[in-house]
Structures are given as C-alpha cells and as structure tokens.
C-alpha cells in the first residue's frame, strides 16, 4: 500500500508553503499539482504577465480557463475567472501585487470566534515567509523566501497621479501600506526580484529536501474517507486512477474553486446538492457557500509620459534585451507602479477602494470573450478602480460529478447595491484627480469609458458592463465555529477526521487588499498549526 505522513493537494499560494515546512519538520510529504511545472520564462520573468493574460495560445497553458455562470446583475455575462493551473497556483500567473489587507481584518476574523487569528496572532506568519527590501521590522520579516521590493523607475504619468491624488483627497504619502497603517498613497510593493517571480514555487519549492515529493500534471479525484476519517485520495494517471494513503493528514489547498470541489466530489457538502448527483454524503456541510470576490473598473487616460505602448513590437524588444541582460527592462518587475488605499462614504472606519495605478492601455469595455483584446495603441494611464468590501455573496456548485469539468460559479456580482455605489464614487473621484491642476496638463484625453459617459449616473449605467474580477475570490470554505462554518479555527473540516482546509477559500470575509499575500500567510499560519 502506497503511502505518506502528509498529501497536500494543491501547489499554489499556500500548499507549497505547507508541504516545505512540514517536510522541514522531518515528515514525507507528497504535493499533488493538476497543472504543469512552473520552469518557463512565461511564468517566472516578472513582466510577462502581460502576454500571459493577454494571448489565449499563452494563457491556456497555465490556466484552468474557468467562466462564471451568467451573472444576472452584470448583463447576463459570463466573466473569465483566471486561476493558476501550474506549480505555484496563481502566485505563478498574478500580477505580483503585494498587500496583506487591513489589520482590522484578522482582528474581525477573531472577533468572530475565531481564536488564533487575530492581528497579532497572524503577523508572525506574514514576517516568516517575507524577505522586504527594507529589513525585519516590528512590522516586516527581512530573511523569508519570498522577496518583496518596491516598484522601480516610476513613470512620470504614474508619479504625477499619486501628486495629484494627495492634492485631491488630502490623502498622505505612505511609505508602508502593509507596515503600521495602510491609508495612503504609496509606491507598489511586489513579490520578485532581481527578474525573477517569487512565487511560492520559486521560494518554497525550488530547493526542496528529498522528502518532499511534488507530483505536477497530477490531478487529484476524491479524498477518500471511511469511517469519518481522511485515509487518502484516488488520482489520476497515464495508466489510470491510483491511490495514496496519509499516515498522518491530509490538506486541501487547491483554492477557492478547487478545493470545494473537491470536497463535494468526496462527499463533503451540501447533502441535497451531492444526491443529485450520485454522490453518497460523508459531512452535510455548507461548502460552495460565501462565495465573494472583489471587483474593478478600469479608467484609461491617454497620456503621454506613460512612456509604455501595448504593442507587440514593444514587448518583443523588451525581451530581447532582458534576454541578453537579465534585470535591465520593465520586464523585470511587475507593471503596475502605484497604488492607494482610502475611503468612500461608505467606509466603516477603514479604507474601503483600492487604486492600482498601470501605466499601459487597457481593453475595454470587457474581456469576456476569449480572444486576444487590443487595447488603445497611444501611451496610456490606467486607474483600476478596486472596490475591496463586495457584500454580495455567491455559490460554488458542481456542474458535474466529472472531476475534470469545470464547477458552477456563480459569485452574484453586484446583487447589493453598495458595491455598485463604491465603484461610481472611485471613478467619479479618479476623474476629479485627473483633472486637477498638476496632472491635467499631461492628460490628452479620457479613453475608457470616455466622454459619453459624462456624470456619475452615467458612469453607474455602465459598470455593469465594465465592472470585472480581480481574481481574488474567497471563502467557499469558511473557517468558523457556528453552523456556516466548513473549517475550525484550526482548519479541520468539520466532522471528518485528518482532513483540513487550508487556502483562500477559508476566509470568513474578504481582506482589504489582493489576496495573495494572505493565502501565503495562511500556508504558514496552517504549517504552524499542524505542526503544533
């Protein structure tokens, strides 16, 4: 019988932080990956997620190329839902942005039972895997795998924006959004260095012990469970399904879309949901449920001093050259530069929309459609207008008891009207910063949405069609102690034995911030716990 102390199912922003530390400990560990390994420049030379999300031939090699079901507050769309299908997960294939959220997030998390999860109780993990440019800190780790920088060589367009925010908003200058407080306007913060991505791939798995066994283009199928207990999971190979038992646990990290899937294809769900499907019920939980996602909308503004063009010939030339000289182009970094974190009127005491300030054209109105979206050819500045609090919640379904099809998505996009109300006040308020005395000068013209779109009722009307994912969706299975809950504050999945939960999905509410940072927060946050 083929066996091993710990499976961890999924390789990505959390799972491969969990499979390195509990292989440290001295345990054999074996990491199942659906998608392909991760060593192509593609994934690792920071500034190529441009083409990466941009070509399909490209995207579809590290992505699972999930859609949402037809999101009835959204014109019926149907809205690309990208997520890493590679090692590393989706730190292989986002754009890098580094942000742990609020404080005030895990200290709501705690106050809602959630014991071990508050500010204090969470900072320690977030200093462990981090290595900022900046040295340790009260605040900051200094010696983790994963190395975080600022952004370098702002573009004019990008440094007279945050200028003219300051001025527009009285918002202050922020030299550390994820240090003691997080209002502000500030330089991007990003996860790579030196050209290089750092993944969690990268960082926890490239130099991994000879007891750490990662399985890639290995898809798991079920967990298999007898008695209430997590004994091992059947996966798939060349020659057919196979099984591999736990001695000791088993982790489920595939994500806010995969792990729930997996769940319910295991038995572990909703129990009418799971009959409907011939699947026998080990745990009649409420997995799938709390889906919830942040959502932005792009404001594109031609203007010279963004220096960089969305042409082919622009990005060909800049690999050549990253290519003779590693670490000499904007290939080297992600492409965003700014962001900002302040509040609407709608704001409970903390900052409530986020700015990521892009110096590069944007398609619009959308991107639904799969095909290769040309943006505007003129120097360009875009604002993603980021509303970082959705209150709308959805569901995660199975579509199938295939393994291999993909789940029902549906997040149900801007059900509440706050967040619509939170996206037209960002906008309203970026075109007020755009027009502010030092930075209107710079400006040619608003490209997107554009004139005809003259007032906020206007700008409203069209966020519909406008108003797109973030890619950080969450909570599918929501860590807690009451009957909504999937996991404990430990991370165990309720009633079944030596099995946890450990990714974006256990979040009980959204943090204000991309969620990256967090889910490898989490990957350590779990290790710890196991481990103890």
């Not at 926890?204 to 008695?227: F, I």
């Not at 209430?228 to 099984?243: M, W």
Request: net charge neutral.
């Amino acid at each position: 019988m083929a066996a091993t102390d710990y499976i961890i199912i999924g390789s990505g922003s959390a799972g491969a932080i969990i499979a390195r530390r509990l292989a440290d400990s001295g345990a054999t560990v074996t990491l199942f990956e659906a998608g392909r390994r991760d060593n192509t420049r593609l994934v690792r030379k920071p500034g190529m997620i441009g083409p990466m999300h941009s070509v399909p031939q490209l995207k579809k090699k590290i992505d699972w190329g999930h859609y949402t079901v037809e999101q009835k507050h959204a014109l019926g769309r149907t809205i690309p839902q990208t997520h890493g299908k590679v090692v590393g997960g989706s730190s292989s294939v986002n754009g890098m942005v580094f942000v742990r959220g609020n404080r005030r997030n895990f200290d709501d998390w705690a106050a809602a039972g959630n014991t071990g999860w508050s500010y204090q109780d969470v900072l320690p993990s977030f200093k462990k895997f981090e290595s900022f440019e900046d040295g340790a800190s009260e605040f900051r780790g200094g010696t983790g795998p994963i190395k975080v920088i600022r952004a370098r060589d702002l573009t004019a367009a990008s440094e007279s924006f945050m200028r003219a925010l300051t001025e527009t908003t009285d918002l202050p200058i922020n030299p550390d959004y994820n240090g003691a407080e997080q209002e502000g306007v500030s330089i991007l913060q990003q996860n790579n260095t030196d050209g290089l991505r750092s993944s969690t791939s990268v960082g926890y798995l490239d130099d991994r012990p000879k007891n750490l066994t990662v399985l890639a283009n290995t898809q798991v199928l079920r967990v298999l469970v007898e008695g209430g207990r997590a004994i091992g999971v059947e996966y798939r190979t060349d020659g057919g399904a196979e099984v591999l038992h736990a001695e000791r646990e088993i982790i489920v990290s595939a994500g806010t879309f995969g792990s729930p899937q997996l769940l319910m294809l295991s038995g572990i769900g909703p129990a009418d949901h799971l009959r409907a499907f011939g699947i026998d019920v080990v745990a009649d939980l409420p997995v799938g449920d709390n889906l919830h996602d942040h959502l932005f909308v792009p404001m594109t503004f031609a203007m010279p001093t963004a220096v960089r063009r969305s042409s082919p010939g622009y990005f060909a030339r800049a690999f050549v050259r990253e290519s003779l000289r590693n670490n000499s182009t904007w290939l080297a970094r992600s492409v965003f530069e700014a962001v900002a974190f302040l509040r609407t009127p709608y704001a409970t005491g903390i900052p409530d929309l986020q700015l990521h300030v892009l110096p590069w054209g944007y398609p619009g109105p959308n991107q639904d459609a799969p095909i290769r979206h040309v943006p505007d050819p003129r120097r360009s500045l875009t604002i993603l207008v980021t509303m970082i609090y959705p209150q709308s919640r959805g569901t995660l379904r199975l579509a199938s008891a295939d393994p291999t099809a993909a789940p029902a998505i549906d997040p149900n996009y801007l059900a509440e009207q706050q967040d619509l109300n939170t996206l037209a006040y960002g906008m309203e308020l970026t075109r007020e910063v755009m027009s502010a005395k030092s930075i209107s000068s710079a400006v040619d013209t608003e490209i997107s949405p554009g004139p005809r779109y003259p007032d906020r009722a206007a700008l409203a009307g069209e966020i519909p069609n406008r108003a797109t994912t973030v890619y950080h969706p969450v909570g599918t299975c929501r860590m807690g102690i009451d009957d909504r809950a999937v996991v404990d504050p430990v991370l165990r999945v309720r009633g079944v034995e030596n099995l946890r939960v450990a990714d974006a999905s256990i979040m009980p509410n959204i943090v204000g911030g991309n969620t990256n940072a967090t889910s490898m927060m989490i990957g350590e946050h779990a290790a710890a716990l196991i481990l103890s």
